[in-house]
Structures are given as structure tokens and as C-alpha cells.
């Protein structure tokens, strides 16, 4: 059984629902990204996403584009994110999920990436950029290396479509809440509890939700359908403006408590 299945199944026992934080590297300060992992998994998140900072982040709003520029200038390289993780995972066993787009895939070399990905510790990841009807190989190295691979459900997908999304996910799908690029928002469409349920009536695995969602009354309605949340916009806000480790670590465990 993976970490994330493990995750999924511990805070189902404790009927509880796993909110799943995503960080920026080395975003607001160099040396920030594994005591932050740590902070955040004390403060009671189920897993973290971290993204691969990108000059182009096609589905990330200005928020989260912001941050990956100053991650950029810090040193967040694709393989100083591999040298995070692989320092991470020698501390603690939360699930570990890399966000990130093809291309800087494609130029660190699909077979070296997964191969260094597995043995830093990654647990699962998500290539937005990246159609699930061209990936067949990304999902191949996957499964050789031991990898979750996570697709994304928009509110747009059909119902057959959300059926193959299920299919072809490792251990859960994510649900893109909105159609468009992330950022915290203070309301999503009429439609969306429509949607969860669809999602809900599709899938077998468990599904989380993402894109917009910034506070406590958010997490508690869409946890009422599914089985967590991921915060990225709000948090990346909730601590721009620190400017040491210590003061990050404050505020985001601060942000992630405000969400239980």
C-alpha cells in the first residue's frame, strides 16, 4: 500500500478529511521549503503538494505565478526541488506530491526525472499541461517507479470522462473547482455542488478538490462531498510577507489550523 493510500485510509478512520497544502519552493525565503513541509504537517495537513516553479505556469493564477518567480531567483531548480524532497523524506513520511508542468520534464529527461523522483521519496504527481489521452508513457514510468499518477476532473468533464480520469488515477483524482487558473476566491459557481456529486457518482477512488479555496466555511461545504481539499493561493498569501523561517512556519501553521 502507498503513503497516499495509507494517508487516505488513517483520516478516514478518524473520520476525518485530509487537507492537502500546497508550497511554492524556497517561496518567501531561500531555506524555507523543508521546515516548512514539517511545520505544516505538525499543524495537521494529510499530505503536501509541492509545485515545480515554472517560468510559463499556464493553469496557476498571478498569486502563485508571483511565487514561482521569486522560488526562481531563490535557487528552485527542478533538481533542487528533488534535493528538498529527498531531505524531507528523511525526517517524515507525509505524502509528498510534486506539481509541475511537462516541459521542464522533458529537458531534465523522462527516464532520469522518474528515476531520481522515486528515489528522493516522491509519492505522486500532477502534470497539468499534460493530456491524459498522450499519457501513456507518464504513466507507464509511474507504475515502474512506484509513483502516483493524479489527473485533474474539470467542471467541464462529462461523465465518461470522469469515469477515465478515475480509471487512470493511481490513488485519487483532483477536481479542478473552477474553470480556469488558481487563486482564492470568495465563491465558485452555481453548478458546483452539482458537480461534486457527479464527481461523487463517478469515481471509485477517493477525489479531492482545488483552485480557489481560501477559507474554513469553503473546506467545510466541499468536504461534505469529498475527501479533502487542497489550499494553494490562500497560503502562498497568508505568509508573502514573512522574512525569516520561523515566521513562515508561524503563519502557515496558523492558516492550516484556521482551516480545521
Do not use: W
Not at 529527461?109 to 502534470?127: E, M, S, W, Y
Not at 481560501?214 to 490562500?234: C, F, P, Y
Amino acid at each position: 500500500m502507498s503513503r497516499i493510500q495509507e494517508q487516505f485510509q488513517h483520516f478516514s478512520s478518524i473520520k476525518k478529511s485530509v487537507i492537502i497544502p500546497y508550497i511554492t519552493p524556497e517561496f518567501p525565503v531561500k531555506g524555507v521549503s523543508v521546515p516548512l513541509i514539517l511545520a505544516l504537517e505538525a499543524a495537521g495537513a494529510g499530505m503536501i503538494e509541492v509545485g515545480i516553479p515554472f517560468s510559463d505556469p499556464l493553469a496557476d493564477g498571478p498569486i502563485i505565478q508571483h511565487s514561482s518567480e521569486i522560488a526562481i531567483r531563490n535557487g528552485a531548480t527542478l533538481t533542487k526541488v528533488l534535493d528538498i524532497v529527498k531531505e524531507a523524506r528523511t525526517k517524515t513520511s507525509i505524502p509528498l506530491i510534486l506539481m509541475g508542468y511537462v516541459n521542464p520534464i522533458i529537458h531534465y529527461g523522462f527516464d532520469r526525472f522518474f528515476a531520481d523522483a522515486a528515489a528522493a521519496g516522491v509519492d505522486g504527481l500532477i502534470i497539468p499541461d499534460l493530456p491524459p489521452e498522450e499519457s501513456e508513457e507518464f504513466r507507464a514510468l509511474c507504475v515502474k517507479h512506484g509513483i502516483s499518477s493524479i489527473f485533474l476532473i474539470a467542471p467541464t468533464s462529462s461523465d465518461e470522462r470522469i469515469r477515465y480520469i478515475d480509471e487512470i488515477s493511481t490513488d485519487f483524482t483532483y477536481c479542478v473547482s473552477v474553470t480556469g487558473v488558481t487563486g482564492a476566491r470568495t465563491a465558485f459557481g452555481g453548478n458546483f455542488d452539482e458537480f461534486l456529486v457527479r464527481v461523487k457518482l463517478h469515481t471509485k477512488k477517493p477525489f479531492v478538490v482545488g483552485f480557489g479555496i481560501r477559507g474554513k466555511e469553503q473546506v467545510d461545504h466541499i468536504l461534505l462531498t469529498a475527501n479533502g481539499v487542497v489550499v494553494g493561493s490562500a497560503l502562498i498569501q497568508a505568509i508573502a510577507g514573512c522574512t525569516s523561517v520561523g515566521d513562515v512556519n508561524t503563519a502557515a501553521a496558523a492558516f492550516i489550523s484556521s482551516l480545521k
